[in-house]
């Protein structure tokens, strides 16, 4: 048994879990609520080896940006750390985060290793078709200005349960994926692999998502710095808009839903906003596929929210998909949809630490 303990921090918690590698059996499990620190994480992460009988065999740390140096798990040295620091750069709401987390496990755990875990990893492969913006050579030559992807681990796990589903091999699988959560992206994966994605230089870009504003007018950014500071504009593109900035009460899909049942209108506008922007960008990504078999829906609100998923899936009937899902939600990963519709619908529960225990795992063979 080669027993993996997963850190994988959140905006606002830190989950820890302590997985069989070999068998994907949680054998321990923490979750903080507190915004992850140094300090709450080291509290915790104590709490958790206290009452296991053997410390773990290795820590695998989810991290959100690899930048460009960091396109697989890598096992944590001086040259990984530096890596990671240079990414924090392009991820400072997530990065540097991690990094005081890592120091903090180190310090608890020092003889076992730690290994990095990138989102942006399973989009490493990209085409340069998909990676590519269309700004000055010089901006992309010098600053390294690219499309990265994220959530990785996510679609990596929703990838291979969506092959273990449809009974068939990842690589025979042409996929669309939204994984949608607090932070919300879709992705399109052709024959197993990512070779489009809607996030890109960094995790702010996209469909909205729960406080962040997803895509919007650059040309309107540079109208609002004339007039705010970059830490006010950086402050409202990545806490007060989304589906908060939208509804004005909550950036929580299960709260708008029941407000907008009860005659909210700035809910339900919140909400339609939100699902026709998933349903455009998955709309998009399905030109890069030859065909498309299936859409998975995985993350928070993908997978427990099924007016979200009903909502996307209307919008959607023009590439196969059905226009009507079931109600309510799935007990266990499923095929939503008929068998026999032209696209099936899954519901894929996000288990990012089962991936980062997988890929931990890989990473020290």
């Not at 080291?42 to 991290?63: C, M, N, Q, W, Y």
């Not at 709401?93 to 755990?109: G, N």
Request: with cysteine.
């Amino acid at each position: 048994m080669t027993a993996v303990l997963t850190v994988n921090p959140g905006s606002h918690s830190l989950r820890l879990h302590v997985v069989d590698a070999d068998t994907d059996e949680i054998l321990a499990a923490a979750t903080s609520t507190d915004k992850p620190d140094a300090q709450s994480a080291a509290k915790t992460l104590r709490e958790l080896l206290g009452d296991l009988d053997t410390p773990p065999d290795a820590v695998g740390h989810r991290l959100v940006h690899g930048g460009p140096h960091l396109r697989s798990p890598t096992v944590v040295d001086d040259s990984a750390l530096q890596h990671a620091r240079t990414a924090a750069e392009l991820a400072p709401e997530h990065v540097p985060v991690t990094l005081d987390i890592l120091s903090a496990a180190c310090d608890q755990l020092p003889d076992i290793p730690h290994v990095l875990c990138p989102d942006t990893a399973f989009h490493a492969s990209l085409p340069d078709v998909s990676t590519t913006y269309p700004v000055p050579e010089s901006w992309r030559r010098d600053h390294g200005i690219r499309r990265y992807g994220f959530h990785g681990l996510s679609y990596a796990w929703a990838t291979s349960r969506a092959a273990e589903l449809l009974n068939r091999p990842a690589e025979s699988l042409n996929l669309l994926l939204a994984h949608l959560g607090g932070g919300c992206s879709v992705c399109a994966v052709r024959e197993g692999s990512s070779v489009d994605t809607s996030m890109g230089f960094t995790p702010l870009d996209g469909v909205p998502m729960s406080t962040r504003s997803g895509g919007v007018d650059p040309g309107m950014l540079l109208w609002l710095l004339d007039r705010l500071t970059a830490d006010e504009v950086r402050d409202g593109l990545y806490h007060h808009s989304g589906l908060l900035g939208l509804s004005g009460i909550s950036g929580d899909t299960r709260q708008l839903v029941r407000s907008a049942e009860a005659g909210d209108d700035r809910a339900r506008l919140a909400l339609d906003v939100f699902t026709r922007r998933v349903s455009q960008a998955l709309a998009a990504m399905a030109v890069t596929l030859p065909r498309l078999d299936a859409l998975v829906f995985t993350g928070e609100i993908g997978w427990d929210q099924p007016e979200v998923r009903q909502a996307v899936c209307q919008d959607l009937t023009r590439i196969g998909v059905p226009a009507t899902l079931p109600v309510g939600n799935p007990v266990t990963d499923r095929v939503l949809s008929s068998p026999f519709a032209p696209v099936l619908v899954l519901a894929v529960q996000p288990r990012e630490e089962l991936q980062i225990a997988r890929e931990t795992s890989k990473a020290l063979v």
